[in-house]
């Protein structure tokens, strides 16, 4: 895989709404949106370390606000990623579609969708939750893959290099509680930049949710390598 060209941008109200549109139409040709976004309001917010990014209706007028990581450029990808995960948000609101929760089936089912395409986005559900810092990327970087298969869904996570051996152990000794019965699990390792920008789970495993009939495409596209399985998925 080759390492991504990392640009950096210069945060603008009217950047951003370029980009909107941009990804609004994108998404409406590759028939994962039906119909192109409204315009929206943008708001730059410096020095909140809580968010990157946040989708509000307030008195009827929605807007997305951006929390850049630094004042100066930032990374152009990590501004795209939070500015679709954004329009997800707007997507959901604007066709009144009911999600279980902010970041439920639906919005998983969108975001998936998206991550599939390949089309320079890669979104995640804690997105709001990890800083970007505006340095060169190393897209060589190993990440660490945590894949468990439950009977209807995957559920991939990129686990902190240390902390294989303690999530193995958690497992093996049924002491997390899942939702799903759960019928296997394996490690991977993996150099795809894509992985660059997900959270990586510490304490508590958090990530993406593919359902079984979308998994074989995934794994195919995720260029993952076992390292560890502990029961064959
Ligand atoms: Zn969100």
């Not at 951003?16 to 917010?45: A, G, M, P, T």
Request: glycine share 4%; with cysteine; net charge positive.
């Amino acid at each position: 895989m080759t390492p991504n060209e990392t640009k950096y941008i210069r945060l603008t109200n009217s950047w951003l709404q370029e980009r909107h549109s941009y990804w609004s139409q994108k998404l409406v040709e590759l028939n994962i949106f039906q119909k192109e976004l409204n315009n929206v309001l943008f708001e730059i917010k410096y020095h909140v370390k809580s968010y990157n990014g946040m989708f509000r209706i307030r008195n009827g007028v929605s807007k997305i606000i951006i929390y850049p990581p630094n004042t100066g450029e930032v990374n152009q990808q990590f501004v795209d990623n939070v500015l679709v995960h954004e329009m997800i948000h707007q997507y959901i609101h604007e066709n009144k579609l009911h999600d279980s929760s902010s970041h439920g089936a639906i919005f998983r089912k969108y975001m998936n969708a998206i991550n599939y395409a390949n089309i320079g986005v890669t979104i995640n559900i804690s997105t709001n939750s990890q800083k970007f810092v505006n340095t060169n990327i190393c897209s060589y970087e190993t990440h660490k893959i945590l894949v468990l298969k439950f009977s209807r869904t995957f559920f991939l996570c990129k686990v902190k290099s240390t902390k294989v051996d303690y999530f193995t152990e958690l497992i093996l000794n049924h002491k997390i509680q899942w939702k799903e019965p759960l019928v296997g699990f394996g490690w991977y390792k993996t150099t795809n930049a894509m992985f660059n920008n997900y959270q990586t789970c510490v304490s508590k495993l958090h990530g993406a949710v593919y359902l079984n009939d979308e998994w074989n495409a995934m794994f195919e596209k995720l260029k993952l390598t076992k390292f560890e399985v502990i029961s064959e998925l």
